[in-house]
């Protein structure tokens, strides 16, 4: 994504919000002179840094560094392309949908104290005399993020990577071990702003609004955060690969929090 500006509208979500915010206050202890002069001396000395909620389904804890997002179990069977997708476009081959537009969850990153890159991109080149084609990748930039599920089950809450509920299959058939995806490879990538086409009128609008993509897994290069290898999205250049874990998933409609944090 290009970010000259970090486009107006970006700035004006992440103003508006901050000064709408309303900050948390303890109660003084009672009549207690030296715990009233110990939260105040406290709070001099660490401000307060309330969450920055960004419309219903979003909301940035600032002290954390991290963005909450209010999602839902979308699938958990058959190979994946997304690993997040916004509700309505993608379920079939996406773990979690999301009701918040792909353009809020790039501002809360923002006011995270994450910065955007640009998705990532594949070409293949003309066949050869020999039939032969080369394909390039160009891999996707932007900071690293550490993704996570939290979800309630029966009154227990469960925290897992969000990687967790993938795996890949043996492309050769070599091994029945699954195999595991790599937390640690996910970036920031921020989509794209692009001039509108003829059916959503004049004007520019985020990519990822268009098409749904929020965590990528396969490289089509709209991705609000996109898997750090380029896979391209042609199964006769790359073969599905990975799959949803389906005996760690919990049943699709259930409530979830994903979870955006800085890499520890």
Known sequence: MKHSSNSLWIISVITLSSSCAS???????????????????QSSLIPQQPPLQLGPDIRVDR??????IRAQIASRNGFLEQLVCKAGT??????????????????????????????????????????????NFQPP????????????????INERALC??????????????????????????????RPNPKSL?????????YTGSVVGLVTFGDEVIAFEEVI?????????????????????????ELIIRHPK
Not at 24 to 33: D, E, G
């Open 141 to 156: 930039t932007g900071s690293k993020v550490e993704l996570l599920v939290r979800w309630d089950d029966d009154g227990r």
């Open 232 to 256: 391209p999205d042609r199964v006769d250049v790359a073969p599905a690969m990975w799959e949803s874990w389906t005996d760690r998933i919990p049943v699709e409609g259930t409530l979830i």
């Open 90 to 135: 993608r379920e079939h081959e996406s773990l979690l949908a999301v009701e918040a537009a792909p353009k809020m969850i790039h501002a809360a990153l923002l006011a995270a104290g994450f910065t955007p890159g640009s998705p990532g991109a594949w070409t293949e080149t003309q066949p050869d005399a020999a039939g032969k084609s080369v394909v």
């Open 201 to 209: 009128g004049p004007g520019e609008h985020y990519v990822a609004d």
């Open 164 to 193: 967790e509920w993938v795996r890949g299959v043996s492309l050769n058939n070599s091994s029945t071990t699954p195999i595991v995806l790599p937390c640690d490879r996910f970036i920031f990538a921020g989509s794209h702003i």
């Open 23 to 41: 900050p948390v206050i303890s109660p003084p202890a009672k009549n207690s002179t030296s715990a009233s002069l110990q939260t105040t001396e």
């Open 63 to 68: 002290r954390k560094s991290e963005v909450i």
